[in-house]
Nanobody
Framework: QVQLVESGGGLVQAGGSLRLSCAAS????????MGWIRQPPGKEREFVAS????????WYADSVKGRFTISRDNAKNTVYLEMDSLKPEDTAVYYC???????????????WGQGTQVTVSS
């Protein structure tokens, strides 16, 4: 069974930065695409960023392009989301997903973490 544990969320002022981490344990597929999804309060979830196994292929939502960077360390089974120039509209619960399903960019994951809260104050 795959377990995903997110960390790194918190409260930050607009313009600040945070780095989220997602540690995976258990069995994942050998072609494990991972990503980050967020759900702002009272809104639909939004796919934020994805990264393939090698790290050579990345995708970002238009709303975060140029501000967020996804990366991974396969030796540590960990995926990261570096978030810079944060805006109040980035406030959300951020979830990590593993073992993407379907075509690129992934819109569905087989496994999800419990989420970490990110709050950006104005």
């Amino acid at each position: 069974q795959v377990q995903l544990v997110e960390s790194g969320g918190g409260l930050v002022q607009a313009g600040g930065s945070l780095r989220l981490s997602c540690a995976a344990s258990g069995h994942t597929s050998t072609s494990n695409t991972m990503g980050w999804i967020r759900q702002p309060p009272g809104k639909e979830r939004e796919f934020v960023a994805s990264i393939n196994w090698s790290g050579e292929r990345k995708w970002y939502a238009d709303s975060v392009k140029g501000r967020f960077t996804i990366s991974r360390d396969n030796a540590k089974n960990t995926v990261y989301l570096e978030m810079d120039s944060l805006k109040p509209e980035d406030t959300a619960v951020y979830y990590c997903g593993a073992d993407a399903l379907g075509l690129w960019p992934p819109q569905k994951y087989a496994h999800w973490g419990q989420g970490t809260q990110v709050t950006v104050s104005s």
